[in-house]
Nanobody, 115 residues
Framework: QAQLVESGGGLVHPGGSRRLSCAVS????????LAWYRQAPGKERELVAA???????KYADSVKGRFTISGDRATNTVNLQMDSLKPEDTAVYYC?????????WGQGTQVTVSS
């Protein structure tokens, strides 16, 4: 089971940017998928963005063109660059890695978009 530690959350104004990072205990190239999920109050957890083995990128429709997921092999981190943030992006953001049936989650980091 991988250990994941997210950072970068906080308060940001609408239209602003934020970069989330997830430190992974292990070589990120060994995982079949690296992803960010989020959960807003009263809502189910949803996929935000993912890197699928082979390099395929996947984004939720609501964040396409605004968010960018990337992996850094040198530091074994998974990053989520969030631009043009909206109040509806407010949520706890979770890092997730998968290797076959084994799935690991981080503890989450709060992102609040408000003026």
């Amino acid at each position: 089971q991988a250990q994941l530690v997210e950072s970068g959350g906080g308060l940001v104004h609408p239209g602003g940017s934020r970069r989330l990072s997830c430190a992974v205990s292990g070589n990120i190239l060994t995982f079949s998928a690296l992803a960010w999920y989020r959960q807003a109050p009263g809502k189910e957890r949803e996929l935000v963005a993912a890197i699928i083995s082979g390099g395929t990128l996947k984004y939720a429709d609501s964040v396409k063109g605004r968010f960018t997921i990337s992996g850094d092999r040198a530091t074994n981190t998974v990053n989520l660059q969030m631009d043009s943030l909206k109040p509806e992006d407010t949520a706890v953001y979770y890092c997730n890695v998968r290797n076959g049936p084994r799935v690991s989650w981080g503890q989450g980091t709060q992102v609040t978009v408000s003026s």
